[in-house]
């Protein structure tokens, strides 16, 4: 998978993702590694979805991972969970706003 490829798939689940459970704002960039590397900002800020396909450095969260984990979590082969224990995805920032957002939007 391209790096568009993998751009597009997470800008179509961003976009339709119902996030009005969510009651706090969120900033986050996705750093994938890889021969397909690129970086994709999210936020969530006052009502308000944006998703661009840059760097940003003042996101609230920092997620990175290779190329190859994140076309196995689009495949449904590897859970999300299961990645980050085992080191596939690393994390830093808020991380506890993260699995709260994700716990609201997996319901």
Known sequence: M????SYQFIKTKFEY?????????????LNITGKNAGYVYMSYIGGKKTIEPVKHDKASLFITMSDETFELLVQKKLEPFKAFTAGKIKAKGNIFLAMSIYKK???
Request: charged letters at 45%.
């Open 105 to 107: 939007i997996k319901k």
């Open 2 to 5: 391209t790096f568009e490829e």
């Open 17 to 29: 993702m119902d996030l009005s459970k969510v009651d706090k704002d969120f900033s986050a960039v």
